[in-house]
């Protein structure tokens, strides 16, 4: 009967009993790490507290650990004092290559003619980049300044990923919810170490890559939940702060509102909670965040989509 209750899958809606199918399955992967000691600690709570209802998964667990104990009792073979002895032999007298050949001066070039037609051909490609050049100039002057450049009519147009940033009230929940979570992660320490990335992957079941930038330096990744969802965490070292990325599903991300009609935009969105600023851009599956005590203009410099 017990068993019987262990596999049996609650039935709900049609979406509820999606999410929880997914959300078992990521935890399910994730087993043989769980029983090595491999996990970061909350992605190590999150199975334990799943296995208390799941006897499916507690058998693959018992089986893993079984596996694990039966290799360690396991003995290699060992090379005995004669095949030791005559490796050694076989090496000693092996031959030694000769010395290579020294390549031979290659022969001199053969001198040909330039045509006549060459020159009148580079001098006009010179006279078109300079034509070309001067309005590309003040197009990238524009860019860097902050202003629009002559003849670009999109919407916020100004070269900067700061002025098309959507910025959203500080009371949006998603956002608060986020600024909060940095706020516990920055005075404890890390619950996940850089080498974890890869778990991370495996959790959350989307593409994850740190950041290009070469001056944010990757020292921890875990997953978190977030108001009920599975978050990814990636820490950095930047500039000597604590910058934190973090990869939210789009099950978290449509809930709100203000959210969804700032994505439509297309643009990244940004918000700001005292010391903190926070920017976000769509990714497949869902949005990445930035949250540092930063301006936007810097954290829109770490971006790899926000021009």
């Not at 018992?62 to 005995?80: C, D, F, K, M, N």
């Not at 040909?112 to 009148?120: G, K, N, V």
């Not at 910058?243 to 994505?263: C, E, I, K, T």
């Not at 297309?266 to 949005?287: D, F, I, K, S």
């Amino acid at each position: 009967m017990s068993e019987a209750f262990d596999n049996a899958v609650p039935v709900g809606r049609p979406r509820d009993d999606a999410d929880r199918l997914e959300r078992h399955e990521a935890l399910a992967s994730l087993l043989a790490a769980f029983v090595d000691g491999e996990l970061p600690p909350e992605t190590t709570s999150q199975i334990e507290a799943h296995l208390l209802g799941c006897g499916r998964c507690r058998r693959e667990v018992t089986l893993h650990r079984s596996v694990a104990a039966g290799l360690g009792q396991l003995r290699g073979p060992v090379a005995s004092a004669a095949f030791h002895t005559r490796l050694r032999q076989a090496v000693a007298s092996a031959p030694v290559a000769p010395a290579a050949i020294a390549a031979t001066a290659p022969a001199s070039p053969i001198k040909t003619r330039r045509p006549l037609w060459r020159p009148l051909l580079e001098a006009a490609a010179v006279l078109t980049l300079v034509a070309l050049g001067a309005p590309l100039f003040r197009w990238t002057t524009a860019r860097r300044e902050g202003t629009s450049a002559p003849g670009d009519t999109r919407a916020g147009a100004t070269g900067s990923g700061v002025a098309t940033t959507v910025l959203l009230s500080s009371t949006v929940g998603l956002f608060d919810s986020l600024a909060q979570h940095y706020r516990e992660t920055a005075v404890r320490d890390l619950p996940g170490r850089a080498r974890d990335l890869e778990v991370v992957r495996r959790a959350v079941g989307v593409p994850v890559t740190p950041l290009p930038s070469s001056s944010a330096e990757l020292v921890g990744a875990w997953t978190s939940t977030l108001d009920g969802e599975l978050v990814g965490v990636l820490a950095y070292r930047w500039r000597d702060r604590l910058l934190v990325q973090y990869l939210v599903p789009d099950a978290l991300v449509f809930r709100s509102a203000a959210v969804r009609a700032a994505l439509a935009q297309g643009r990244p969105v940004g918000a700001e909670q005292g010391a903190l600023t926070l920017l976000g851009w769509v990714r497949p599956h869902g949005m990445a965040v930035l949250v540092a005590p930063a301006s936007r203009r810097e954290l829109a410099s770490l971006s790899p989509v926000v021009p």
